[in-house]
Every structure is written in structure tokens, then in C-alpha cells.
């Protein structure tokens, strides 16, 4: 649940913190106090997108943070997927700065959006006008009846084979594609192939060629340098071996007087015999095996052939190498396209039976829970004083399998007693849409999948009689979730466990919002505020008071009536 909610620097915010419990909470306060810049503070927790003239002025960043306790095993689970550490409680903040840049922490790790969306849907549902609206809306009305039906992990299964199915036949289709283009570019493939292997390609090859070039380039400048290098070491009177090898002699002939000379003599014969290695090496550098002007031709042919083939096929060998592989392969599937499609077709004919015998798992439950559905939603508008509307799930086989599942589905209400069922868009309205879906969240309550959900202004368009319907029905709601309620009745806000003041007034010259926890007489004030208007009588603080007593004598009835149940079941 929604232990903790901090907001900073969000339009006239300057710094606010509400502290949150189990069961029904409501937030009431005048027009234009800052109850939406709350709701859309959630809203940016929860990853949507917010504009930056949100963030409060002469200030570069907002900042919402939020602490969820006692939070799922599925939100441990998908925490722990990530590598965050997750004891059972989430520190979700979000900061939002002027030049557009966004970040997202979670447990302190920074995190993607993607992930911060994924997990909030875990956590917490925002219900307002937007959400209405969007209940007109198939594929909202599809997910609705698949968190009834608790399809989810068969849904999952039907989606990854479908998406598989999707892609075998695509392949399918491109191996279908236009035989003229499909010889064109066997030809054209045969071609590149057949020219690449006849240069005979090595890697490395052009680097050692080019490396061989600019020594032959240079042979007559080696040969003068090594004639020379040569002569010093070895080929001449007064080279290194030959002065070596005389002091070598000199010293051999002190032996029988000075043995030590004879040791020295021995080290000098060894330098001698590896200076004449290094001068025969030395030698070798300017010998070729061929003239060097025909070597010098043969390589610039060479080198000609690769730069031909890489304007062509790639920046180096390894490129162009790399270049036949793939062509290769292309030029054996349009060969191969027989067997290629035989195993193909056998591939799509087995996903698409599995396919099948999943979306008719869906089917059935989708089936079961529309029943179900249809019942609860009608007994509880009758509660909200829409006794004659009914409400239909209309379910047809579609032609094709579709991204969730093979059934086409409707919300469809009958307004009035022998009308027929019609389409939401068509028939209801503002009122009408808010205690559908507030039916609906009331029948999915316990399988929503989220501890907190939060209702923003359920109560718009909607009589005293009602809303207090609608509150007792919100009430319901938050035995099995935290509710929160953003509202503008006091009926609704007399039944509430804890609730908040949204106010704002003038500090120093700047428009200030605040939160605050109302109790005792503040809570008694503020319900007679909403029930009078600007100047608020004795009469309307009883009236107050009276509710409120009545919303803990509601309570107090529950529990009589849960202990009861309970005896009775024992």
C-alpha cells in the first residue's frame, strides 16, 4: 500500500507530505487548492509524462517520492529480476528538471522508465475522467474481463506463440515474394559469390602486401644500407669479426700466465660467431627470390583486385569475406526454398494448433467470468440507483487470431427497461460512466492485482443520494485495497478513514498548497464547508457531525455483521 506520498516544487507546492494507512482515504478541498497537481504528481510517480511548466517557478526541478509498504511477492519477484534488493517495501522517487531530463530511482538505483511503469502497475491504479473515457474502448473492456477471468499467465503463453506466428509467417511470406526478383537475385548472388572466391582472398593479405611494397619501393636505399652494415660486421680488413677474432688470439696467448685471459678469450669467439649470424641476416635483407620491378607489378595488380572488391563488398578482407558468408546463406534459402518452406508451413501449422487451443482456454474462462461480471455489475448500479440499467458483455469469435486471443468483446448497456443494448459511447453518460467503472473496480477488487487505487473525483455528476452509495460502495473497495478519493462530496468524504485538507494561501508574497490531516472538529469544518458553501452555519457543522457519526456507525456494522458471518460459519 501507499505508506508515504513527499511532493516538491510542483506548480504552487512548495514542499508537501502525506501520511497514508490502510482502508478509505479521501482528499477534499476548494476549486483551484491543488488536487489535481497531487493526482498529476501521482501520475509522474507512476511514469507518465508531465509537462515542465509544472515544476513550480523560479525552481529548476520537481521532485515526488514515495514509500509502498507491505508491497506483493510479484513486486519482490520483478525487483529482484533487476538486481534491487526489496525487503517487502519500495522508495519510488521521481525527479522531473526544466531541460527536460527526467530520472527514476528505485530502492536508490537508478532505473528506466520502462521498468518505474512496469513496477507501478503493480502497485497503485489512478482512476479518473481520462480513465472513464477510455472505458468506451475495446481493448480496455478485453483487459477488464481478462483480470476477471485472471488470464494473465495464459495470455502470456498465447502472445509469445503468437508473436512467433507472426514472424514464420512473414518469412513465409518474403520466401512467397516475386519469382522474377527472387532468379534476379539468385543470379546477382551467384555472381558476387563466384567473383569474391576467385580473388582467392586471405585475411591479412593486404596488409602484408602493402607492407612487401614499400620494401621493394625501397630496395636500392636497403641494399646501400645493409652493403654497408655488412662490411662494418664481417666483409672487411677492419670489420667487428675480424678485430674480434685478433684479440681473441691475443689474449689466448697469455693463458699460461694469466688463465683468467683465456676466459675472455673464449666469450670473445662467442661474440664473433653472433656477429657473423647478424651479418649473414643482415646480408639477406636486400636478396628477393624475383626482380624486384615484376614483384613490385604483381603486387599493385593484387592490391588493384582487393581496393576493386571493397569499393564493392566491404572496407577490408574480413569485410568482403564476411560479404560471401552472408550472400552464401541468402543464395541457399532462394535454392533451398522447397524445404525451407515445407519446414515453415509444418512450423505455423503447429503453432498456429497451439495458437488455437490456447486462445480457446482464454475463451472459455473469458466465457465464465463475463456471467459473472454482468450479474455483479447489474446488483451493484442497482445499488447506485441505476436499477434499470442493464449491463452486457457481448463476446463474438473473431475471423482471426488477434494479439489477445480470438474473441472480440463489447461493454454494451441497456439504459432503460425494454431498450435494447447498445454500445457506452452511445448511451451514458458522464454519472452513468463513473459508477460503471466504479462497479467494475468493485467486482475486480479482489483481483486487481495492486494494494492502492486511487479515484479522482468518482463523484462528478452524481446526486447526494447517490454519492453516499458511492462512498459506501468505496468503503467496499478498501476492505480488500487502500482507496484513495479525491472528492467534492460530503457523503463520500464523511465515510472515510483518514482524511486530508488540500489548501492553499499566501506566504510572503507567493501562493502556498498544503496538505493536512484532518480530525475531530477540522474534519467536522471542512464536511460542513462542502455541504454550505462560503459561510458555513451551526446547522451545517451538526449536519457534519451527524454524517460523520453515521459513516462510524456503518463501520461499527460491518464488523457486527463480518463477526456474525463469522459465528454462523463456525
Known amino acids: 500500500m501507499l505508506q508515504s506520498l513527499h511532493i516538491e516544487n510542483a506548480a504552487v507546492i512548495q514542499s508537501a507530505d502525506m501520511d497514508l494507512e490502510k482502508g478509505f482515504m479521501v482528499l477534499s478541498g476548494e ?3 491543488g488536487k489535481s497537481i497531487i493526482v498529476d504528481s501521482i501520475h509522474l510517480l507512476s511514469g507518465s509524462r508531465l509537462s515542465r511548466d509544472m515544476i513550480r517557478t523560479g525552481e529548476d ?3 515526488v517520492s514515495a514509500i509502498f509498504a507491505d508491497c506483493r511477492e510479484e513486486v519482490v519477484a520483478l525487483l529482484d529480476s533487476y538486481g534491487i534488493l526489496c525487503d517487502g517495501s519500495v522508495m519510488l522517487v521521481r525527479t522531473l528538471s526544466r531541460d527536460g531530463k527526467s530520472t527514476v530511482k528505485i530502492n536508490g538505483r537508478t532505473v528506466t522508465q520502462s521498468l518505474q511503469r512496469e513496477l ?21 473492456q478485453i483487459e477488464i474481463l481478462d483480470a476477471y477471468a485472471e488470464n494473465r499467465e495464459t495470455l502470456a503463453a498465447y502472445s509469445k ?4 506466428l507472426l514472424d514464420l509467417r512473414a518469412r513465409l ?11 534476379r537475385m539468385r543470379d546477382m548472388l551467384k555472381y558476387q559469390i563466384e567473383e569474391i572466391a576467385a580473388a582467392r582472398l586471405k585475411e591479412g593479405e593486404e596488409e602484408a602486401l602493402e607492407a612487401e611494397s614499400k620494401r621493394l619501393s625501397a630496395m636500392e636505399r636497403i641494399h646501400a644500407q645493409t652493403h654497408l652494415a655488412y662490411r662494418a660486421l664481417h666483409g672487411s680488413e677492419k670489420s667487428a669479426t675480424v678485430l674480434l677474432e685478433r684479440a681473441a688470439s691475443a689474449l689466448s696467448k697469455l693463458a699460461d700466465v694469466l688463465p683468467e685471459a683465456a676466459d675472455e678469450a673464449k666469450r670473445l669467439e662467442e661474440f664473433r660467431y653472433e656477429i657473423e649470424d647478424i651479418a649473414e641476416t643482415v646480408q639477406g635483407y636486400s636478396d628477393t627470390d624475383e626482380d624486384p620491378t615484376a614483384r613490385l607489378n604483381k603486387i599493385e595488380g593484387r592490391l588493384n583486385t582487393i581496393a576493386k572488391l571493397r569499393r564493392k563488398y566491404g572496407a577490408d578482407v574480413a569485410s568482403i569475406l564476411a560479404f560471401r558468408e552472408k550472400a552464401q546463406a541468402e543464395l541457399d534459402t532462394i535454392e533451398n526454398a522447397d524445404g525451407i518452406r515445407e519446414d515453415l508451413e509444418r512450423d505455423i501449422d503447429c503453432l498456429e494448433k497451439r495458437a488455437h487451443e490456447l486462445a480457446s482456454e482464454i475463451r472459455a474462462r473469458r466465457k465464465m467470468a463475463s456471467d459473472k461480471i454482468e450479474r455483479a455489475v447489474c446488483e451493484t448500479l442497482a445499488f447506485l ?14 475471423e482471426a487470431l488477434r494479439q489477445d486471443g480470438g474473441d472480440v468483446v463489447e461493454f454494451l448497456i441497456s439504459a432503460n427497461a425494454g431498450e435494447a443494448p447498445q454500445p457506452l459511447e452511445k448511451i451514458a453518460s458522464g454519472g452513468e460512466l463513473s459508477r460503471i ?30 454519492s453516499r452509495k458511492v462512498g459506501i460502495k468505496l468503503k467496499e473497495i478498501a476492505k480488500q485495497m487502500q482507496v484513495v478519493c479525491v472528492t467534492h462530496s460530503a457523503q463520500i468524504a464523511s465515510l472515510a478513514d483518514k482524511h486530508f485538507l488540500i489548501s492553499k494561501k499566501d506566504e510572503e508574497g507567493r501562493t502556498q498548497t498544503g496538505i493536512t490531516e484532518l480530525d475531530g472538529e477540522g474534519r467536522v469544518a471542512e464536511i460542513a464547508r462542502i455541504l454550505g458553501g462560503i459561510d458555513v452555519t451551526e446547522a451545517q457543522r451538526a449536519v457534519a457531525r451527524e454524517m460523520i457519526e453515521e459513516g462510524k456507525q456503518y463501520d461499527e456494522n460491518q464488523c457486527h455483521a463480518t463477526s456474525g458471518r463469522g459465528e454462523d460459519r463456525i
Open 61 to 63: 526541478r520537481m521532485l
Open 437 to 466: 467503472m466504479l462497479a467494475l473496480k468493485s467486482v475486480l477488487s479482489d483481483k486487481d492485482g495492486v494494494d492502492t487505487v486511487i479515484f479522482d473525483e468518482v463523484d462528478a455528476g452524481i446526486s447526494g443520494k447517490t
Open 385 to 398: 440507483d441505476m436499477p434499470k440499467v442493464r449491463f452486457h458483455i457481448v463476446m463474438t469469435e473473431a
Open 120 to 140: 507501478c502497475k503493480l502497485l497503485i491504479n489512478i482512476h479518473g475522467q481520462h480513465d472513464n473515457q477510455r472505458l468506451m474502448q475495446r481493448a480496455a
Open 161 to 164: 506463440v503468437y508473436r512467433e
Open 173 to 183: 511470406a518474403e520466401l512467397d515474394g516475386n519469382t522474377a526478383e527472387k532468379l
Open 31 to 33: 476549486t483551484g487548492a
